[in-house]
């Protein structure tokens, strides 16, 4: 029947349409909305077709308006069901790329297990509230959170400095003791914490796992992601336009201030770490992009003072990062990573070569 063969051909350009959309980085969110549409469209013909579309009208007048329904707009509803759920799973607003989501879709089940897995874990802590953190802790480390609570009132005079004073909404804090959780949750490689952008939640190793000093130092870093969030949000950038360098770079300026790590490293172009996945591959392959991210920001710092980061980030509102980069630096990126790289090279830092 030419009405089943134009049914195929159909779904089959609407199929091509949604991946390409996808491989163009527009988000899930605005492929709901494009698939809702051609839903509606579909329902309209369905429901207001006449005999003048013979075919429709006569497939309609055999089986009934229901039967045509479900048969016509089935394709559409199970592409609207899968896609928000893919964005439900993988975020629409995380900071990665929509190539690099789809990389990630067929790990979607591994991700439902990981959300249970937290969940199972977190029924089990301790809970308290300090300001606009909830504190979900093991009881074990009831005796550390005077620690964790001042680590906390430092990481927000940090931020004070860097972003600015900001309406602070709440964030979750989830102490591990367990490494092997932690690991199954992080999904990612020799991490002692992380923030979740989705979920607005703060994740640490607690200091059983590392020294005192190295959980302040975690707690200032992941914090400074968390208000870097508050504050793109605020002024309507996308966290995945700012490149993860700069993020990376930011948390951990935050968090060393100016006493770092000095000694000397190979470094790379820094648009070859733009996205995540960009930055922690260059981490598997015996590189260390959070030093040579911190030690860009310093630099920076040092040359135009700590207010430049801030400045980046709300040039952002007009621009994108390299634009805006160069607006407030006068610098193009390159020219300052050749500048960067010349400072770094052993001679220049007090090693010999």
Not at 289 to 317: F, H, N, R, T
Request: hydrophobic fraction near 40%; aromatic fraction near 14%.
């Amino acid at each position: 029947m030419r009405y089943i063969q134009s049914l195929v051909k159909s779904f089959s350009l609407i199929s091509l349409m949604f991946l390409m959309l996808l491989l163009m980085g527009i988000q899930s969110v605005y492929i709901s909305t494009a698939l809702i549409f051609m839903l509606g469209i579909w329902i309209f013909i369905v429901f207001e077709s006449d005999k003048h579309m013979n075919e429709w009208y006569l497939f309609k007048k055999k089986y009934g308006k229901p039967f045509l329904f479900v048969v016509s707009g089935f394709p559409l509803i199970c592409m609207l069901i899968l896609t928000l759920f893919f964005n439900s799973i993988i975020g629409a607003e995380s900071n990665l790329t929509a190539k690099e989501k789809v990389a990630l879709s067929p790990n979607i089940i591994d991700q439902i297990k990981r959300n249970q897995l937290e969940e199972e874990y977190q029924s089990q802590l301790n809970e308290k509230d300090f300001e606009h953190i909830r504190f979900l802790y093991p009881e074990a480390d009831e005796k550390s959170m005077a620690m964790v609570q001042n680590s906390f009132r430092e990481a927000d005079r940090i931020a004070d400095m860097l972003f600015g004073k900001q309406e602070k909404p709440e964030v979750d804090v989830i102490l591990y003791d367990d490494k092997n959780t932690f690991e199954k949750i992080s999904t990612l490689e020799s991490v002692v914490g992380f923030y979740s952008e989705e979920e607005k939640s703060i994740h640490l190793l607690s200091n059983k796992e590392m020294t005192k000093w190295e959980l302040k130092s975690t707690i200032i870093h992941e914090y400074n992601h968390f208000r870097m969030d508050i504050l793109l949000t605020e002024l309507g950038v996308d966290s995945s336009n700012v490149p993860q360098w700069f993020q990376e770079g930011v948390a951990e300026y935050a968090g060393y201030g100016d006493n770092g790590p000095t000694q000397a490293f190979e470094t790379v172009d820094f648009q070859e770490l733009d996205t995540n996945q960009q930055f922690h591959q260059a981490r598997k392959q015996n590189y260390d992009p959070y030093l040579q991210s911190y030690k860009a920001i310093k630099q920076l710092a040092d040359m135009e003072g700590k207010e430049v980061i801030l400045k980046i980030l709300i040039q952002m509102k007009e621009d994108n990062f390299y634009e805006a980069f160069h607006k407030v630096t006068g610098m193009k990126i390159n020219t300052y990573q050749e500048v960067f790289l010349e400072s770094e090279k052993p001679e220049n830092i007090g090693f010999e070569s």
